[in-house]
C-alpha cells in the first residue's frame, strides 16, 4: 500500500497576524519580509536591519512583479503560482532594482495562510554572498590573465630564440630536394651549407623514419597545411655514434609560381636542460649579444630582444626616449644605406631563407656600425612573418683568421650563459669548442692527412678518430683517410 503525502498544515488562523508574523521572520530569521494579497499585491513590508530599498513604503500598494527587474519578473510569477497550488514555494534568486544604484539581490520563499489567506514572502539579501562570488569571479578572471600573459612572454621569447637557433631548410616540393639550408642546418647534419643542396631531407634521417619523414612533407604539399614529427638524424661517425633527436617541420610556401616546403629543425633536448626551461629560455633571450627581431612582411618590428633595441641605438636609429623599436620600420631603425636588409626581407620572403651577409647598420655615417645579417621566413600567407638575426663584427675580430674569429665568437656567446647554466656546463661547452677547433685546425694544417695531424696534436691516430667522431667531424671531408691498420 503506497504511502500518500500528508496534507499540508491549514495555517488560516494565522492570516490576519501576517503582518506581525512578517516583522517577526525579519527579526530573527531574514533580511525582508512581505505580505501579498491573493492577487499579488503587496501590502505590507518589513525590513532588516540593512534595508534593501529606502523607501519601503513604496511598494505598498504594488504588484510584487513590478518591484523586480524584467529578467526576474517570471521567477515570482512562478513562485506566486506554486505557492497558491501548494501552500509553500521553492526558493527563488530575484534583483529589486535601485535607482541610481547596482540591483539588489535576494533570495525569496514563501507561505500560504490558509486557503484565501494571504502569502508571506521571506527574503535573504545575497550582497555579501553577490560581493565574495564577484571577487572570486575577479581573481580567477586576473589569473587567467596573468597565466595567458605569462604564455605569451614565453611564446615570444621561443620565438626569437628559433630565429636564433632553429635549422632552415627551403626544399622543393616537387622532388623533396633541399634548395638551400642554413648553418644551424648543416651543422645537423654534419655538413656545410653548400653541400646539403640537392641532398633528400631523408637522407640524413635514421633508415626506420626515413618513409615517415617523405610522408610528411608529402602530407605538406598535398593539404597545404604545415606538419611536425620528432625524428632522428644519422651520425656520420660510425656505427657506435648515437643518432641524434631533432622535432621536424614542414610549412608549404609558394615563390615565384613554385612550391616550396620551409622545413625548420632543432634539437628535441632542451639546451637548458628540464628544471626551470622557460626561465632559463627567458634569460638567455635577454642576455644574448646577437640582436634577434620578428617583423611583419612590411618590415614593421613585431618583437625583439634587448641586444636589437641597443644595436637600434648605438647606431643612431632609435631615440633614446623612445623606450621600444617595435611598431617601426627596419628600414628607419637600421638606416640600411646599402640596401641589404631591403634585400634579406625579399629574399627570406620568396625564398625563405636569406644566409649570413655582411651589412652595415648605421643612420648617421658617423655611428654606422657593421654586422652579419641573417633572415628566415617563420610564417606565410597572412601571418607572414619574418627572423632576423644582426651579429656585430667586432673589428679585432674580422682581422683575425676566419676560424679563430668564429671560435672568438663562441666562446662570447657561451660567456652570456654564466647565471644561467652550471660552471661545469660551460667549461664542458667550451672544452668542446676548443678541442673541435684544434682538431679542424690540425687536419687542415696536415692537408687531410690523419696520421700526420695525430702527431701535430700529440695524440694516437685512434685516439684522434674517437675525438672525430664524438665532434662528428668526417676525416673524409677534410680530404683524407686512415691508412689501413691505424686503429689496430
Keep these: 500500500m503506497t504511502e500518500q503525502a500528508p496534507d499540508p498544515v491549514d495555517l488560516g488562523a494565522l492570516s490576519a497576524l501576517a503582518p506581525q508574523l512578517a516583522a517577526t521572520f525579519v527579526s530573527v530569521a531574514s533580511d525582508v519580509a512581505l505580505v501579498i494579497d491573493p492577487g499579488g499585491v503587496i501590502t505590507n513590508v ?84 553577490s560581493a565574495i562570488q564577484q571577487q572570486f569571479i575577479d581573481a580567477q578572471q586576473s589569473m587567467e590573465r596573468d597565466y595567458w600573459r605569462q604564455r605569451q612572454a614565453e611564446s615570444r621569447y621561443r620565438m626569437l630564440f628559433q630565429v636564433a637557433h632553429d635549422g632552415v631548410m627551403v626544399v622543393d616540393a616537387a622532388n623533396l630536394r633541399i634548395v638551400e639550408a642554413n648553418r644551424a642546418a648543416a651543422a645537423l647534419f654534419d655538413a656545410q651549407p653548400a653541400d646539403m643542396t640537392g641532398r633528400l631531407v631523408s637522407d640524413g634521417i635514421a633508415a626506420p623514419l626515413r618513409a615517415t619523414v617523405d610522408e610528411l612533407l608529402v602530407a605538406a604539399r598535398t593539404t597545404g597545411r604545415p606538419g611536425e614529427l620528432r625524428a632522428l638524424v644519422s651520425p656520420t661517425g660510425g656505427a657506435a655514434s648515437a643518432p641524434v633527436a631533432i622535432d621536424l617541420s614542414a610549412t608549404p610556401f609558394r615563390a615565384d609560381d613554385a612550391m616550396l616546403l620551409l622545413v625548420r629543425l632543432r634539437s628535441a633536448e632542451s639546451p637548458f636542460g628540464d628544471g626551470g626551461a622557460d626561465h632559463r629560455l627567458t634569460e638567455f633571450v635577454e642576455r644574448s649579444p646577437d640582436a634577434i627581431v620578428i617583423a611583419d612582411s612590411a618590415g614593421r618590428v613585431l618583437m625583439n630582444n634587448p641586444a636589437f633595441a641597443q644595436l637600434c641605438r648605438d647606431s643612431g636609429g632609435l631615440p633614446s626616449d623612445i623606450a621600444t623599436p617595435v611598431g617601426q620600420t627596419l628600414v628607419t631603425l637600421l638606416g640600411d644605406t646599402d640596401g641589404r636588409v631591403a634585400a634579406a626581407l625579399a629574399e627570406a620572403r620568396s625564398r625563405g631563407i636569406a644566409e649570413l651577409r655582411p651589412a652595415v647598420a648605421g643612420v648617421h655615417v658617423g655611428r654606422q656600425l657593421d654586422v652579419e645579417l641573417s633572415a628566415a621566413l617563420l610564417a606565410e600567407g597572412d601571418q607572414e612573418c619574418i627572423g632576423l638575426t644582426l651579429r656585430r663584427i667586432d673589428g ?22 654564466v647565471g644561467i647554466v652550471p660552471l661545469p656546463e660551460l667549461l664542458q661547452e667550451a672544452t668542446d669548442l676548443a678541442e673541435r677547433h684544434l682538431l679542424e685546425a690540425a687536419m687542415n694544417r696536415a692537408q687531410g692527412n690523419a696520421m700526420q695531424a695525430a702527431q701535430l696534436l700529440g695524440i694516437s691516430a685512434e685516439s684522434l678518430w674517437l675525438r672525430m667522431r664524438h665532434h662528428r667531424l668526417s676525416i673524409a671531408g677534410h680530404g683524407g683517410s686512415l691508412p689501413p691498420g691505424a686503429l689496430n
Aim: proline residues 8%; neutral net charge; without cysteine.
Design 46 to 129: 518589513a525590513l532588516g536591519a540593512e534595508p534593501i530599498t529606502s523607501q519601503p513604503g513604496d511598494w505598498v500598494g504594488r504588484p510584487w512583479v513590478d518591484t523586480v527587474t524584467g529578467e526576474t519578473r517570471q521567477k515570482i510569477e512562478a513562485l506566486l503560482q506554486e505557492v497558491q497550488a501548494a501552500g509553500v514555494s521553492r526558493r527563488r534568486e530575484v534583483n529589486h532594482p535601485v535607482s541610481g544604484g547596482a540591483d539588489v539581490p535576494v533570495a525569496y520563499a514563501a507561505v500560504r495562510l490558509g486557503r484565501n489567506g494571504p502569502v508571506l514572502a521571506v527574503g535573504r539579501d545575497l550582497r555579501a554572498v
Design 396 to 417: 679585432r675580430l674580422a682581422a683575425l683568421p676566419p676560424q679563430i674569429g668564429e671560435l672568438a665568437g663562441a666562446l662570447d656567446r657561451l660567456a652570456v650563459q
